[in-house]
T-cell receptor, first 119, second 112 residues
Framework: GAVVSQHPSRVICKSGTSVKIECRSL??????MFWYRQFPKQSLMLMATSNEGSKATYEQGVEKDKFLINHASLTLSTLTVTSAHPEDSSFYIC???????????????FGAGSRLTVL | QKEVEQNSGPLSVPEGAIASLNCTYSDRGSQSFFWYRQYSGKSPELIMFIYSNGDKEDGRFTAQLNKASQYVSLLIRDSQPSDSATYLC????????????FGKGTKLSVKP
């Protein structure tokens, strides 16, 4: 079963509204989670690194006031897209490092993703 | 700018054949190399990772790494139609776990 749970899987909203996406680690604690974004036919791009109990670290070009990240507990990180516009329509995917997974190595494991469509 | 390059494809192979996927990267400081499979509309799932030069085999999959040439590849033996997907090569950013640079992916189509 999935070890990183993401919700909602799909969301459609009107331009100017805010949307919250939740990412939960199941059965393990994730002090760090990562938020990626993928536009159609493009590669995944890291948006920010979410750190439990502290401020997120944003990648260059990502507006921290527009993409609010909260990592209030060891199992939950949220991404809020504020005042969404059509150009924010994308596939947002959270991830966490699963230490020592089935392979025995620390690997990045992705949630199922959230497809945001802003009308 | 640190980059990961892949041929976008599509790569088409007949069922049962070997599919060869290639990737080059620019950051010599990278230490971990990953292959993810992504079905349309879904999030990536890890296929294999490799840290050391040489080959690493896992079932029908073999990852090959050549750090001197900054090249990593994935071979899929006995390709099946269910292997049809986009394969993403990912490289860590200067040894930072979780902070991966992804290629745009190679679309593989396995014809029955």
């Amino acid at each position: 079963g999935a070890v990183v749970s993401q919700h909602p899987s799909r969301v459609i909203c009107k331009s100017g509204t805010s949307v919250k996406i939740e990412c939960r680690s199941l059965d393990f604690q994730a002090t760090t989670m990562f938020w990626y974004r993928q536009f159609p036919k493009q590669s995944l791009m890291l948006m920010a690194t979410s750190n439990e109990g502290s401020k997120a670290t944003y990648e260059q070009g990502v507006e921290k006031d527009k993409f609010l990240i909260n990592h209030a507990s060891l199992t939950l990180s949220t991404l809020t897209v504020t005042s969404a516009h059509p150009e924010d329509s994308s596939f947002y995917i959270c991830s966490a490092i699963l230490a020592g997974g089935s392979s025995g190595a620390n690997v990045l494991t992705f949630g199922a993703g959230s497809r945001l469509t802003v009308l | 700018q640190k980059e990961v390059e892949q041929n976008s494809g599509p790569l088409s192979v007949p069922e049962g054949a070997i599919a060869s996927l290639n990737c080059t990267y620019s950051d010599r400081g990278s230490q971990s190399f990953f292959w993810y499979r992504q079905y349309s509309g879904k999030s990536p799932e890890l296929i294999m990772f490799i840290y050391s030069n040489g080959d690493k085999e896992d079932g029908r999959f073999t990852a090959q790494l050549n750090k001197a040439s900054q090249y990593v590849s994935l071979l899929i033996r006995d390709s099946q139609p269910s292997d049809s997907a986009t394969y993403l090569c990912a490289v860590d950013r200067g040894g930072s776990q979780g902070n991966l640079i992804f290629g745009k992916g190679t679309k593989l189509s396995v014809k029955p």
